[in-house]
Structure formats: structure tokens, C-alpha cells
């Protein structure tokens, strides 16, 4: 009995690990937002943040609002994953209890943009 306690306690402990490394590297990627500066294009904006959630036309400008989750910077991923896969190692996998549901909260920041686009003045 005292051996299948163990094969199953170690056959959880090897199923967790790299799951917060992994997430670490699966995080999302930080949202270029110079597309936002003055005299950019729609579609630009568009490439970097997806399509519009809505889109309206007032008195002749158009009013778009949309949604995206900031990440993080390619360094910051890589910094992460690497601190969870030597805290995976260090610890013989323990580390994933407290690991995985950092990575799960620390997933991004979600953020609207409400903008105001012009019609070119000729």
C-alpha cells in the first residue's frame, strides 16, 4: 500500500512539472502602442490591437473602443520561464503549487483604448 502511495504521489508531482514555465513562455505578447500616436493609420491600429469591439460615427468622426490584453516583453517571458524551470528543478517540483497560480494571475493586464478618429481636412 505504502508503494502505491508513493508511484502515485510522484506520478502527480511529475505531471505538474513545467506547467508554470510553460505558461510563463505562453504569456502574452506586450501590445506595440505607438500605433495610437496622432496621424497613424486605422489600420495599424487594427494589425496590432484586433478589430474594433464597437465602431460609431459621430457628427462625422469616428468613435472605435477596443479591447486587448498587454503582456509582457519578450526578455520578461524568458527571465520567467527560466525562474520557474530552476525553481521546478530546485525543488524536485514543488514549486509548481506556488508557480502555476502566479502565472495564472499574472497573465496580462486587459485595457481599452477609446479613440477618436478624424476625417482629413483636404
Request: net charge positive; with cysteine; proline share 3%.
Amino acid at each position: 500500500m505504502k508503494k502505491i502511495i508513493i508511484v502515485f504521489g510522484l506520478a502527480t508531482l511529475l505531471s505538474l512539472q513545467g506547467c508554470a514555465a510553460v505558461m510563463a513562455s505562453n504569456q502574452p505578447h506586450k501590445k506595440n502602442l505607438t500605433v495610437l500616436e496622432v496621424g497613424k493609420h486605422r489600420n495599424n491600429v487594427i494589425s496590432e490591437l484586433g478589430a474594433p469591439v464597437t465602431s460609431e460615427t459621430i457628427n462625422g468622426a469616428r468613435k472605435e473602443i477596443y479591447t486587448f490584453q498587454q503582456g509582457y516583453s519578450k526578455a520578461a517571458r524568458i527571465s520567467r520561464t527560466l525562474w520557474h524551470t530552476t525553481a521546478d528543478i530546485a525543488t524536485i517540483g514543488l514549486w509548481e503549487i506556488i508557480g502555476s497560480p502566479t502565472e495564472i494571475y499574472f497573465n496580462g493586464q486587459n485595457s481599452h483604448m477609446r479613440l477618436y478618429l478624424m476625417p482629413k481636412i483636404k
